[in-house]
């Protein structure tokens, strides 16, 4: 389990930290703690992360803006916070549960058994992807993404629409969150199969997938996988 803590008091943070290695054990892999909003944000968008442990205030900044990245994540979300007050609005936001400062190891191991429980895997399912914004995040619906193709040293985002935009993300990362909707056909190309509508086979021994009007190029072990689908 890979965890993120964001979390402003560096104590509170390791003491959070240590409660959760008493009580996880083994099953954590890795665990990070970041202070600042920009920081969380630049984290959660370049590496993988399957649970968000996030205090609202942040040096005056308003850690619910960081929830807009969960939407876009494979991530779940638990609040730890002494704003009692705003757990209707965290709760909006799809979070598995709020824990209250002080925080209790008793009601934190409640949380936790929460997110161990799991969601339906489609619920758990990334849903948007995030592009960086100046200092922002972008949200695009991957219901809107026909394809990615990888570039030099980042991916380029294919959309309905004609929409093309940058992101940071490797291929090899992106087949490991993306929905089981999207097939990587090409060591260039990951597509959407709600988009594909015909695969050919071309003279020269090579193989295309038609994906929203384009012509995608396909490997020959997936035009073997693809053929009996078309």
Same mark, same amino acid.
């Given at each position: 389990?890979?965890?993120?803590?964001?979390?402003?008091?560096? %104590?509170?943070?390791?003491? +959070?930290?240590?409660? !959760?290695? =008493?009580?996880?054990?083994?099953r954590?892999v &890795?665990? *990070?703690?970041?202070?600042?909003?920009?920081?969380?944000?630049?984290?959660?968008?370049?590496?993988?992360?399957?649970?968000?442990?996030?205090?609202?205030?942040?040096?005056?900044?308003?850690?619910?803006?960081?929830?807009?990245?969960?939407?876009?994540?494979?991530?779940?979300?638990?609040?730890?916070?002494?704003?009692?007050?705003?757990?209707?609005?965290?709760?909006?936001?799809?979070?598995?549960?709020?824990?209250?400062?002080? %925080?209790?190891?008793?009601? +934190?191991?409640?949380? !936790?058994? =929460?997110?161990?429980?799991?969601?339906?895997? &489609?619920? *758990?399912?990334?849903?948007?992807?995030?592009?960086?914004?100046?200092?922002?995040?972008?949200?695009?619906?991957?219901?809107?993404?026909?394809?990615?193709?990888?570039?030099?040293?980042?991916v380029?985002?294919?959309?309905?629409?004609?929409?093309?935009?940058?992101?940071?993300?490797?291929?090899?990362?992106?087949?490991?969150?993306?929905?089981a909707?999207?097939?990587?056909?090409?060591?260039?190309?990951?597509?959407?199969?709600?988009?594909a509508?015909?695969?050919?086979?071309?003279?020269?021994? =090579?193989?295309?997938?038609?994906?929203?009007?384009?012509?995608?190029?396909?490997?020959?072990?997936?035009?073997?996988?693809?053929?009996?689908?078309?």
């Open positions: 389990m890979r965890v993120l803590i964001v979390e402003d008091e560096r %104590v509170a943070a390791r003491g +959070l930290e240590a409660t !959760l290695r =008493r009580l996880l054990g083994a954590i &890795s665990v *990070r703690i970041e202070g600042t909003l920009t920081a969380s944000e630049c984290f959660l968008l370049d590496n993988p992360v399957d649970l968000l442990l996030l205090d609202l205030n942040l040096n005056g900044d308003d850690g619910m803006q960081l929830l807009r990245l969960a939407a876009a994540g494979s991530f779940q979300t638990i609040i730890v916070s002494a704003n009692t007050d705003r757990a209707v609005q965290a709760f909006e936001y799809g979070v598995i549960d709020f824990v209250p400062k002080p %925080v209790s190891e008793q009601r +934190l191991a409640r949380a !936790l058994q =929460r997110f161990e429980a799991g969601l339906p895997a &489609s619920a *758990r399912e990334m849903q948007y992807v995030a592009v960086r914004k100046d200092d922002s995040a972008e949200l695009i619906a991957l219901k809107d993404v026909t394809h990615f193709e990888g570039a030099d040293n980042y380029l985002i294919h959309a309905r629409g004609g929409i093309q935009e940058r992101h940071r993300k490797t291929m090899d990362s992106l087949m490991h969150i993306l929905p909707n999207f097939l990587r056909i090409h060591r260039s190309y990951i597509v959407n199969m709600e988009f509508s015909q695969l050919h086979a071309e003279s020269g021994g =090579r193989y295309d997938l038609e994906v929203a009007g384009q012509k995608l190029p396909v490997s020959r072990q997936v035009y073997r996988e693809l053929r009996d689908r078309f």
